[in-house]
């Protein structure tokens, strides 16, 4: 299976976003997190952010919308330039009706899962979703440990995309790194987010390499 390798622009510098979108050459999209400091305890960016980014760089932008309100503001992302948009289940209101907008607009429409939300009350969501989200860590922060407790639940979700015959991408966000990609992979992830282990490196572009390596190792 190829594994794509997101690189997360919340541990890069947020003073040089074009040069550091540029960093990445050989990613397969570019992950933005937007935080709006309520549904969860910090903030980053939005859509002018995202507007920018779409014209500094080839890569396409996987948004990830870490914010109360989604079925507002998914629309918006898409017209910024997002091709794939993540919204949490937690904070959708309608999460299905959300999903067809964001897929009409001619975008990827994904939806997340935080570590405590569990996957089997949403399997019937999954043919409207274009990707799956299972966090590593409780979202809000670059850094944190890898929250080994959720393989289970990649491996569920991936059993159960298998049994409905999906297409969907299965991503996973949050302390993914060279010694931990190997996991998620095993477990059926096939999506890999990784901030600090990419911009955190030396190379980042040879970070993104060495990610994709393990994972399909
Ligand atoms: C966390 C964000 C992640 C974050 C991952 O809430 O959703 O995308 O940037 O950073 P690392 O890879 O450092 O855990
Ligand atoms: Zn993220």
Redesign the pocket.
Known sequence: MRAQINP????ADFARLADEAQAVAGADWL?V?V?DNHF?P?LTLGVPVVESLRKATDTPLDC?L?IEDPDRWAPRYVEAGAGSVTFHVEAAAAPVRLAREIRAQGARASMALKPATPIEPYEDLLPELDMLLV?T????????A?LDIMLPKIRRTRELIAKHGLELWLQV?????ESTIERCAEAGADVF??????Y?ADDPAAAVRALRERAES
């Open positions: 997360s622009i919340l541990s992950h997190d935080m969860v910090n990830h870490m966090m860590v409780e979202p809000g922060f670059g850094g944190q890898f966000d949050g302390g993914v790194s987010v990784a901030g600090s282990a990419v955190g």
